[in-house]
């Protein structure tokens, strides 16, 4: 019996067909589900009271009309609150709270907009993975309450004198009140004015006052103890009205703006402006941020001042005091707030500020993927083992002491391998585990413990079923971050094997059916890409899918990447690594067979990272359906150091290098002793290296801005146009003596335009 | 039941019109109120739930795109987000007091018929909250709630496949739930 032929005659029962014509033919079987199907359908229940239709029905109306209203079962529990709000507020409130949920964190850190501006947001919506229709959008219901209208993770809310306690969305806050937020949490706060708080995580404030009226002089006073907040501040008219958000190193007052706050471990704080303006006060002097700058606080001292943002994402090529993201070098100090533990190669975000000068100072970087570099994953059929290596569909495999295996793995079954490729060409296995298709869809999960239940956990949102054969650590408390590991069933449920503590760190890594693609969501989980996300083509809605990533700090999910689950029996191969010749092609040592079903995609060159996607086949020999160009070989490389001495031809550097600059290179900078710069060499028309720039990041000595153009310490701005290209131009300090000869070349005196 | 809605009136309603609003609601609060009351099994907070997940629809209205989902589908979710607010609010669901099943049964007719009627109801009602989560929405939607298979599947985000799967495994479930539950009174 197939559940169409089920489906027919529901279909025919429920097009108003008679039943026992429906039934007449039917295997026994089938006919006792429509019967069971019929009774349901007659099922009687308690009818509703007439009179709570009633109410019901003109509260709906009155809603309509504008009319605040309180929800029923808000009457049963004042705590909590389902709606209410005018319509034309609920449309206004929720085009911030979309702003809101979707920028908060995410695009002022994460998403890097070279310009550190918001995006639009209904294009934001589309591409995002909270893009949810049925997102609450609740309402503060009086002036001096706020409403916890999302929350994320672990949440936590303490009232006057009381202490601190697990919250949900649809709780309130008043003055006095504090809020927290654990790690991979996040909250947003709604005021009854339309201002919005969210909190990202490790995060506490506590709402000094508390007074958003609408009609009248607002006052809301927020103390930031830690972590980093963004605020939505709705416009006021009145002159008097005050927001004001506190840190333990200064204050910021705006009249209507959007601007984040952080306060880092040290007690150190910045203030970054998207949009408007931000009064910042401390050790009693002002001074005003406006969009696009951030200003940074140092405890007992005066701001400094406001400098302009700078935001994005690429490929960690250096690490230390100077960082280099995506080809921008950074400074990096005590202050920096560096997400997990980016190391060269891997793909991090950075958001930072740049100082008078020209110095880029890194104020948070958040690993978001590991290197892509050089590692393969394929499924396939084990042919030998042994306690060194493994021959996997012709594949020789190495096995080292830390290679996972999953345990009575045995000659012919079938294993899914992951690893990279070391050097000499080596495959190193870095898990092999048995697919099992009868046992469900694998599942492995980090995330924040929200509930705790005799037969149900919920883990960042995920309900996971508990049983008694559930291996759980002990003492395991709500907020706690853990790994959940299990299988998805074929009715959707989350069966979880194992639940163990770690340390605050998170990744993801299940198999299930794609429900949708735009946004992603995968066995009801929904989850974000972007341009590093490695994505099987032909995926479609109902196809099976594993999906790889990692937990956000602000806890939203983002895929590393998404494969084809089962291939059949076509033993897929996936890897990514540097072609080393075309034609044979050679990539990563691997021999790859290319034949005119092969795609070849991008103008792939000798040195370029591509991915390889094809089928393995007996022998070992690997067949590409797919070769796509994931980076073109960069050979200019940037190096970072500092001046030890120099000549004017010679300079020699503080790690002991020396390097004779070519004679056509001109410097747009005088050098001296300890400074720091950034040298590019790239490779001549013969593949031998030269220097084609140097770029003083910062000088040894404080550097003074002097935006007259005529500097009263030695220094002096100019606008440097190389070559005469004004595309190039860009701003720099240089010294007074050196001014003339950028003169001579076309260089003008003060800022660039 | 309509399976379609009049897409006019809903337009009409998000517009402000408290006519189409009032038709929406009328159209719609009996087959909801049902699928909340037999997810919940209390007349009380059904009622309740019927009312708020109206009023979200209401605040929701403005980001609801027809194109996306069937209307009916959409109302669903919302009251199907509520349901999951309430449980892990509330924790797990309390037992089922006969009185309340057979609450909307014909008071007259003969005592025996009437009698079995209502443990027949009962024995339905408890087979149901057996069925697991998934099971029992998919169940309850299609046959108490009266969506379509194309509605559930919207719903709930999953395929129309998955539906077709999950509603003949939910109807064998309670079918067998049902049966043992007989064999058990007797």
Known sequence: MNDDLLQQQLARLEAGEQFESVLNGLPAEVAELVRTAAALRDLPH??????????????????????????????????????????????????????????????????????????DPDEVMANSPLADPFASTLDAPDPQTALLQGSRGQVEIQVVGGIWESAAAGEMIASGGRLRTGPLSSATLALYDGCLVTLGSDTEVLIAQLDARRDGPRVIEIVQVSGETFHVVAQSTHLASVYEVFTPSGSGRVQGTVFAVTVSANQESSFSVVEGAVAVTAAGETVVATAGETTSLHSGEPPLPPASAFSGEGTVTQIGEFWIIGGQAMLVDPA?????????????AFAGRILPGGVRVADQITLIHFSVVDTFSFNGTVETISDTSWVVSGLTLSIVPETVIDAE?????????????????????????????????????????????????????????????????????????????????????????????????????????????????????????????????????????RVRGVVLPTGEWLAESILQYDQGQRHAIHFTARVETIDPWLIGGTLVTVDNHTQILGEIAVGDLVSVRGNLLPGGEVVANKIILVAADSTCTLTVGTVAAFDGQTLSLLDGQTIVLPPELVLDVDLAVNDTIVIETCPDDDGLPIITGLTLLEEGDQVTTDTSGSGDQGQVVICHIPSGDLSRARTLSVAASAVDSHLAHGDLLGPCP | MIDIVDHDTVERARRGD???????????????????????????????????????????LPRYRPSDVPFRAWLYRIARNLLVDHYRKAGIRQAVPL???????????????????????????????????????????????????RETAATLGKTQAAVKALQHRGLAALRLAFSEGLMNDE
């Not at chain 2, 408290?18 to 907070?45: P, V």
Request: hydrophobic content about 45%; proline content about 4%.
């Open chain 1, 46 to 119: 308690p009818p509703p009271a007439a009179a709570a239709l009633a109410r019901q029905r003109q509260r709906l109306l009155s809603a309509q009309k504008g009319e605040k209203t309180m929800s029923d079962s808000s009457r049963s529990s004042r705590r909590r609150i389902f709606g209410g709000l005018s319509l034309a507020g609920a449309v206004g409130l929720l085009l911030v709270c979309v702003f809101v949920a979707l920028g908060a964190g995410v695009l002022l850190f994460r998403e890097g907009a070279d310009d550190g501006l918001v995006k």
């Open chain 2, 99 to 149: 009185q309340e099943t057979s609450a909307g049964l014909p008071t007259a007719g003969a005592p025996e018929p009437l009698v079995e009627r209502i443990l027949t109801v009962e024995r339905m009602h408890q087979a149901l909250a057996c069925l697991d989560g998934a099971l029992q929405e998919v169940v309850s939607l299609r046959f108490l709630a009266g969506l379509s298979l």
């Open chain 1, 409 to 545: 793995i045995e000659v012919g079954d079938q294993v899914e391998v992951s690893g990279t490729i070391a050097e000499g060409n080596v495959f190193l296995a870095g898990e092999i585990h048995l697919l099992d298709e009868t046992a469900g869809l694998a599942f492995n999960f980090a995330g924040v413990v929200e509930a705790i239940g005799p037969d149900e956990w919920v883990v960042s949102d995920i309900a996971v079923a508990i049983t008694a054969e559930t291996v759980i650590d002990p003492d395991i408390v709500t907020g706690d971050v853990v790994q959940v590991s299990g299988q998805i069933l074929p009715e959707g449920i989350w069966r979880a094997e194992a639940i163990t503590r770690v340390a605050e760190s998170g990744t993801f890594d299940f198999a299930g059916v794609v429900i949708s693609t735009n946004p992603w969501n995968v066995s009801g989980v929904p989850f974000g890409v972007d341009a590093g996300t490695q994505i099987d083509d032909g995926i479609q809605t109902g196809n099976r899918v």
């Open chain 1, 336 to 348: 920096t707030l560096i997400v997990g533990d980016p190391q060269v190669g891997d793909w991090a």
């Open chain 2, 18 to 60: 408290s006519q189409a609003l009032g038709r929406l609601y009328d159209e719609n609060h009996a087959a909801l109120y049902r699928y909340l009351w037999a997810r919940l099994q209390d007349r009380k907070l059904a009622e309740d739930l019927t009312g708020d997940v109206f009023l979200r629809m209401l605040e929701a």
